[in-house]
């Protein structure tokens, strides 16, 4: 069967394109461009500000440029840029705005910028900024120190402290003889003076009431201070920790018996006050022993008036539990302590033997320097 082709005017025409579709309102509208342009500056700026918290976090906390041990003194009231530029021109961080910038920014983002402690700072080599943060919130500073051995008067304390280099400030109140507690007080650069002697006045207080609390019930001393007393003449006595309680004993006894207590170092406080000890003093002359003199206890029959010192904690506790004895004399021995006695008598012939002893030794010292002065 044929079909019959259609003619040219029925043949098939292409169908017409759909129009495209109608834009949208909302792209058209200013507002929704804005709003995609904040939110794309803002995914921006949190993604700068994450790199810089992370690199600057990195930087805040790598070893800093430091070579050799530094030390650095912060003063107080120098604030956060003060603080910096310090530590800049001594080396610990970078002297650069952009290291200047990264501490100061570390610092305020834990919050430390006010918590930053005046002293004096050792920084080891390559000390990162955190660790110097650390330290300077914590207050790890250099620590300082000053010795105050047993027995030194007021005087001789007062001349230790006011030539230490690291302390600062005029002595106000000068504590009385006595109420000062030798021992070793530590410090920071810039502490006052008259801190440090409140400190060892305020020890001494504390330590004797205890040490009056633990005494023995029969001893021959009325208060904490005549136990001061004494303790400042054991302590002058003897250097031997061994010997303070019996040469304590020996003192207790005799003023048991109302004996005198004979002690040399009462002379020379009676004579020079606490400035006894300042020179060298050892030997007491004929005269002195003579002299008119409150403390002298060869003079007076009891305690003398105050202290001749300030006593440490072995000489005070030895006073308040003295060896049970019954001595009543001791004289040196030659090698640093003492020998003890009973009776006079005894006491007499130790005596004979000390002074053999010093003969002995001044004459060996004038034999040494006849050599020298010959040249042998």
Known sequence: MRIKPKSPREALQPEPAPAPPPRSRHVRNPFVILVNMVISLAVFALAAVGAALYFGKQKFEEPGPLTSEQTVVVSAGAGLSGITDRLAARGIIKDTWFDDLVFNLGVRFYKNATRLKAG????APGVSMHEVMSDLVEGNAVIHSVTIPEGWTTAQVLERIRAHPVLTGEIVEVPGEGELLPETYTFNRGTARQEVLDQMTAAQEKLLAEVWDRRVSDLPIQS?????????????ETARADERPRVAGVFVNRLNRGMRLQSDPTILYGLFGGEAWLTDRSA?????????NAYNTYQIDALPPGPIGNPGRAAMEAVANPSRTRDLFFVADGTGGHVFAETYEQHQVNVRKWREIERERRQAERDR?????TGN
């Open 120 to 123: 004096e700072y050792a920084f």
């Open 224 to 236: 904490p201070e005549e136990l001061v007393i004494l303790a400042s003449i054991v302590e002058k």
């Open 284 to 292: 007491i002359t004929q005269s002195q022993l003579r002299a008119e």
């Open 369 to 373: 320097a006849a050599e020298e002065a």
